[in-house]
């Protein structure tokens, strides 16, 4: 009796284990190669043309260049609506809705898909408490301003 009650224990423990990675925790446990976004878009959101272009032209240095632009979090969900992303790349400090809250809303959201798409979020501060947020709200890593393609590709990769 002992015997079986460990085994059904076990079994449960699994897919307890399987049910939590798949649809509960954020999708940051497995290594990513940047050769799986090359081909599919790229979410950049910032507040700033000249940071977009930044990012969009490392982006290019690194050989992908399919990437969708968004100058605030209003715009961003609309475009995530429009067409799934493999990436989004978006700046913390941004007005009306802050990079912290556009992640909070994509993370609750009803999508699956949408909540599971690896997010890496830009800061032009070292502050521990905002990577540390970041990385609550369900930010698969930060990347702090300014950086360069080789940095971006570490990032993305250590994801």
């Not at 950049?44 to 940071?51: C, E, I, K, L």
């Not at 995530?80 to 959201?109: F, S």
């Not at 599971?116 to 032009?124: H, K, S």
């Not at 905002?130 to 993305?156: H, M, W, Y």
Request: hydrophobic residues 50%.
């Amino acid at each position: 009796m002992k015997k079986l009650m460990r085994l059904l224990l076990s079994v449960l423990a699994c897919f307890v284990v399987i049910f939590a990675t798949k649809f509960i925790m954020p999708p940051a446990a497995v290594a990513l190669s940047f050769n799986e976004f090359v081909d599919k878009p790229i979410l950049v959101v910032d507040d700033y043309v000249t940071m977009r272009s930044i990012v969009r032209k490392l982006l290019l240095q690194l050989g992908t260049s399919n990437m969708i632009e968004a100058h605030d979090g209003e715009s961003a969900l609309r475009a995530l609506r429009k067409e799934n992303v493999a990436l989004i790349i978006v700046d913390w400090t941004m007005q009306p809705m802050t990079g912290l809250q556009l992640l909070k809303e994509i993370r609750a959201d009803a999508d699956i898909n949408l909540r599971n798409v690896p997010f890496l979020m830009m800061t032009a501060e070292t502050r521990t408490d905002q990577v540390k947020a970041s990385k609550e709200a369900g930010a698969n890593d930060c990347i702090i301003k300014p950086f360069n393609a080789q940095t971006l590709k570490r990032k993305i990769e250590s994801m």
